[in-house]
């Protein structure tokens, strides 16, 4: 270890007066016109945009000017193993696996000041003791230059003070288990710069639930010990944690030597201090503390002298591994001359070749950007975290949802199909004989699941293995022998059909599948607690699965089932447009007292989104009601910020004692514009060939769009990934959006855009394409990695219409169809479509 004395002077700077944001009151505004909140022209409000971001789309990156975003703007940084949630200014948390138990840094959700903690670097002028963050957040100093950007899978923090300039990239490589905080200075000064570098992370107790009950006991069976390879090892006792056994120690390491470290948390912030003024670094530098019992962090101290135009990497690991043998072979492969290169390397790597399956090139840039980068991103991270933990969800009993998960699957079955069809036996795993499904568990916790049984859950696994089976062409997929939760094992179609069959063995009075606990619609259970309600759209769901189901049986070699299947889709059809039908649009379900939901009738909630988007998507909707439904969409329920979920909002329906939701008028199940159920709207324009509406949907949805129109202020969230809601008009907060990141919006609006507008959908036979476009483009093209086979496909508009495709050539040879047929023998094929 090198001179431990060398510490940082006592100097503490004033803190920056707070820039205020333009155009922004600081007061909510009131929106009772039921407009959003921006104003000025479209150009003015994209220049204010410019202010806060950029996206640099040749490096796949959002690239962040300021520091005091409405909300903390997320990344997240994985290797599938061990995550880290990070924001454009430093704050976040890491965690091995399982955010509920194996947690590893502190975040505090919902406190003020926000965004804290994180895993933060100090810099500090070893003369004067100055100190600031390349983070921005949370030194009191702020860098007088500084910007931060999300790439995929790592974050990068540029800044500059005092001649020196630090640029810091984070990221979680393929090869450890661990975070790398990648950290080069440069030394622009003609004098020598001699600084105290610090890298913080608090700990967290891994358990969070616990660490919320048991804090005052669980903080004695903590431990940081100094271990003599120049780390410190974080030790959690695992008293009553559901998988001790496979419970990782902590370490935290550099490969520069160390000047000192704290394991103490109370050593390194100090009492009534923050992150903000840590009392070591203005003290004179880490006090050498370790605990056996108390409050843990990692923080180490190492010095870095340099010469005038010098350029030197520190490179800090915040990592797992089983036990002290494994930590000392990680500690020693970190430290290789190569590592942290081969490590980002090879991110960049498996980044690239995974979105290298879709490249499109369109006349709709910010369309272009989010299908090519940023909306594959987003689907992945669902993909792996369900709607576990993000700025919104605290990872607290979240686990994977079922119905979730199912649906994620099918942005994932065109880029990684292996991976898609992994999921899928995990969740058949969940699947009982019955049929039914547990509505979310926990694989990683090994935690009971919930049991709570919805009429749409266990369906959903069928679109998910018709994709992976058009994607891939495997049918010997469908013979795959499954655990059922409850014992036994069956072939993966077997699984299906007992989906089937559990919802046939559910119906209700009227003959539509029973609501049960709820369907897509979280908040439906009040009004089908007793168990005769029914659920129209599930019948729709239902007619979406049995479509499927016809051409799965025949590939699982069970054509005798198809005529069940017809007979039943045809049995909820003429339900659906009998029953169903209130006139102007579809209605939404059957209440337990017999009423409908969903009708002009009532007051309120008289129509509902999914009930008209479902009708065209199942194919269920008579040609006429099917259109009149879609009308009844754009005349009621669209906004210039995307379509609500229902309307009128409820405030009293159909019980003021007993309403159907205590949502707030026009937020999330309430009225809000639900993203997710939105994408819905898109592909049923287009399978209705309204292609200019369908990309009014889509474009006044996308992430930054949408935050022009309403204005940064008002919109907050994340202008990259899409939001699981925006409140709606009949609130004052029209336009706010809330929970980004983890949201079924990714993996349907992925869909929406590729399959159904660039109408570029794999099909049992091969890739049909069949676009549904604005009548304004004049083509677009699309190259699209298929079995094997790059399909470079180039669509001509000429005719300035939406949908309807003249003629295909493949390799100039003329197309019987819209179905491009699979090339086994060809690494590529030109395919030229005519519109
Ligand atoms: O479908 C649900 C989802 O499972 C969780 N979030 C809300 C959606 C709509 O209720």
Redesign the pocket.
């Known amino acids: 270890m090198s001179n431990p004395k060398w510490r940082g002077a006592r100097l503490m700077t004033k803190q920056p007066g707070t820039i205020h944001p333009a155009g922004h009151s600081g007061r909510t505004q009131s929106n009772k016109a039921a407009k959003p909140a921006a104003g000025g022209s479209a150009f003015a409000r994209e220049q204010e945009l410019d202010q806060y971001f950029t996206f640099r789309d040749d490096a796949k990156e959002v690239e962040f000017k300021r520091h005091d975003m409405p909300t903390p703007w997320l990344n997240y940084l994985s290797n599938g193993t061990f995550h880290t949630m990070l924001s454009h200014a430093g704050g976040g948390l890491a965690f091995y696996k399982s955010p509920q138990i194996w947690r590893i840094t502190r975040y505090r959700f919902f406190h003020l000041p926000t965004d804290r903690s994180g895993p933060y670097i100090y810099l500090q002028d070893a003369g004067t003791g100055s100190y600031w963050c390349p983070t921005y957040e949370p030194a009191f100093q702020k860098p007088q230059e500084w910007k931060s950007s999300h790439g995929m899978g790592y974050t990068r923090f540029e800044a500059a003070q005092d001649e020196v300039s630090a640029k810091t990239v984070y990221f979680v490589g393929p090869f450890e288990n661990s975070l790398i905080w990648n950290l080069t200075l440069t030394n622009h000064s003609t004098e020598v710069k001699e600084l105290n570098v610090y890298a913080y992370a608090e700990f967290g107790m891994m358990e969070f639930m616990r660490e919320l009950q048991w804090q005052c006991y669980n903080k004695h069976q903590v431990s940081v010990q100094y271990h003599d390879k120049e780390a410190l090892i974080y030790k959690y006792g695992v008293e009553n944690q559901p998988k001790p056994d496979e419970t990782p120690l902590v370490y935290m390491m550099s490969d520069a030597p160390l000047a000192g470290y704290d394991g103490d948390r109370e050593e390194f912030i100090g009492s009534y201090r923050s992150e903000s003024n840590p009392a070591a670094v203005e003290q004179g530098g880490c006090t050498g503390s370790t605990i056996l019992g108390g409050d843990p962090c990692g923080a180490l101290q190492v010095q870095v002298r340099l010469q005038p135009g010098e350029t030197r990497t520190v490179n800090f690991f915040l990592g797992t591994a089983m036990n002290e043998a494994e930590i000392e072979q990680a500690i020693g492969h970190s430290r290789e001359a190569d590592f942290v290169t081969r490590s980002f390397a090879a991110l960049k790597e498996n980044w690239d070749s995974y979105l290298g399956a879709w490249n499109c090139e369109l006349p709709d840039k910010d369309a272009q950007r989010m299908i090519n980068i940023w909306n594959p991103y987003q689907s992945q991270r669902n993909f792996l975290f369900s ?1 576990n933990i993000s700025f919104y969800a605290t990872g607290t009993f979240r686990g994977v ?1 079922y ?2 998960t199912a649906q994620d699957i099918l942005a994932v079955a065109p880029l990684d199909p292996e991976a898609a069809k992994d999921k899928v036996r995990l969740l058949l795993g969940q699947q009982y004989q019955d049929g039914h499904v547990n509505h979310y568990f926990f694989p990683n916790e090994g935690w009971d699941p919930v049991t709570s049984i919805h009429s749409d859950d266990h369906l959903w696994t069928a679109l998910a293995v018709w994709d992976i089976l058009a994607e891939t062409g495997d049918a010997g997929f469908l013979q795959e022998s499954l655990p059922f939760y409850d014992g036994g094992e069956a072939p993966l179609y077997d699984h299906l059909k007992r989906a089937v069959d559990f919802t046939v063995s559910r119906l209700g009075p009227n003959g539509f599948p029973l609501m049960l606990r709820s369907d ?4 439906l259970f009040r009004v089908c607690r007793e168990g005769r309600g029914e659920s129209i759209w599930t019948a729709m769901q239902f007619g979406t699965v049995l479509l499927r189901m016809k051409d799965l049986a025949a590939a699982a070699g069970h054509p005798e089932h198809a005529a069940d299947y017809d007979r039943l889709y045809e049995e909820q059809k003429r339900l659906v447009n009998t029953l169903g039908w209130d006139g102007q649009w579809f209605r939404r379900a059957v209440m337990d007292d017999g009423r409908y939901l969903g009708t002009a009738e009532h007051d309120e909630a008289q129509i509902w989104l999914n009930a008209q988007t479902w009708a065209t998507l199942s194919g269920m909707g008579e040609p006429d009601k099917a259109l009149q439904a879609m009308d009844s969409v754009r005349d009621i329920l669209d906004t210039e910020l995307g379509i609500k979920k229902l309307h009128p909002s409820i405030t009293n329906f159909p019980d003021p004692a007993d309403p159907l939701t205590n949502y707030n008028k026009g937020t999330g ?1 309430n009225g809000a514009v ?1 993203c ?1 159920a939105n994408t819905w709207a898109i592909i049923a324009e287009c399978m209705l060939g309204r292609g200019d509406q369908a990309y009014k949907y889509y474009r006044q949805l996308i992430p930054n769009i949408a935050m022009e129109q309403a204005g940064l202020w008002r919109y907050k969230a994340e202008p990259y990934v899409y939001a ?1 809601n925006l409140f709606g008009p009949e609130s004052d907060r029209f336009g706010l959006a809330n929970v980004s990141w983890l949201t ?1 919006t990714a993996a349907w609006m992925y869909v929406a855009a590729t399959q159904y507008i660039m109408g570029i959908k794999p099909v049992l036979g091969g890739l049909s394409v069949n676009p549904c476009i604005p009548s304004s483009w004049e083509g677009f093209s699309v190259s699209r990695r298929f079995r094997g086979c790059l399909y470079e496909i180039t669509v001509k508009n000429e005719s300035g219409v939406c949908t309807g495709v003249k003629e295909i050539r493949v390799d100039g040879e003329l197309l019987a169809g819209t179905v491009v047929p699979v090339y086994p023998d060809r690494s590529s094929v030109k395919v030229e479509v005519l519109l």
């Open positions: 709607r949802g119905r979730d897509w619609n979280d908040q199940e639900f997710h699981s079924g």
